[in-house]
């Protein structure tokens, strides 16, 4: 019963609030990850931006202005992650906050000596385990421009990751999938790029993946999006793990 009335909800969700036609485009058009689906996959996906479109906050500050075609964007960006898992995949939060440019967050950080300083760094997106999603517009537009890059499903994976608690690389895996191996391919992955790194070589994904075993995650889900094809060749178990996850198979 509670599946027929879930199913309800979302065909009148859909219905009474379509993303129009010329909008859905615009949106494919920018959007290469979206644009590279199937008709099949592309129509679940756009059902799955309205229903975000219904269920989330956007909401632009310092004057910044979001029409309709750049929120059906951000939404299709926003759900290439749990298009084959579902909007559920997403509970608990409801906001996502956009600044047209790179934003620097205030907050105090003690030292070891125990005196405290404030932080000044710039960010281009940011993701809080129960709060909001934090954008730059300005990255969102330019994500694209950049091989691999995607700041929304970046943060996206980041609140994945966090369904099981702090964000440390490893979100709630399905059933099927064994932990043991997950964790053996993504420290044997780690380990191998920083001594790459170490050794002066150009690492075949962003260093940033290398901050943290979460950043690692996040990085990583942003390439098997927008360049599959390169994490496939150069990190093909991560890339496997991946695929097992999101349950797609991009490239």
């Not at 632009?60 to 579902?86: E, M, N, S």
Request: glycine share 6%; aromatic share 10%; hydrophobic share 45%.
């Amino acid at each position: 019963m509670f599946d027929k009335i879930r199913n309800w909800r979302i065909r009148r969700t859909v219905a009474r609030h379509p993303i129009a036609e010329p909008l859905w485009r615009d949106a494919l058009q920018r959007c290469a990850a979206a644009r590279r689906l199937g008709a099949s996959d592309q129509a679940t996906l756009r059902v799955l931006a309205t229903l975000f479109l219904e269920s989330k906050s956007l909401e632009p500050t310092q004057g910044l202005q979001l029409d309709d075609a750049d929120r059906v964007l951000l939404a299709a960006h926003a759900c290439l992650p749990i298009l084959k898992l579902g909007l559920d995949w997403y509970d608990g939060w409801h906001s996502v906050i956009v600044y047209p440019d790179a934003f620097v967050p205030r907050r105090p950080k003690i030292d070891a000596a125990g005196v405290v300083h404030e932080t000044h760094t710039v960010m281009a997106g940011e993701a809080w385990g129960r709060g909001p999603v934090i954008l730059s517009w300005a990255e969102v537009l330019t994500g694209g421009n950049k091989p691999g890059h995607n700041v929304v499903v970046h943060e996206m994976a980041h609140k994945l990751d966090m369904l099981n608690g702090d964000a440390n690389g490893f979100p709630p895996l399905h059933r099927r999938m064994d932990r043991r191996v997950w964790s053996r391919v993504f420290s044997s992955a780690w380990d191998r790029l920083k001594e790459e790194q170490a050794n002066g070589a150009e690492l075949p994904i962003d260093p940033y993946a290398l901050e943290s075993p979460a950043e690692f995650f996040a990085v990583a889900s942003e390439q098997f999006f927008e360049a599959p094809a390169n994490l496939r060749q150069h990190l093909p178990d991560v890339y496997r793990q991946l695929e097992l996850f999101y349950r797609q198979h991009p490239f």
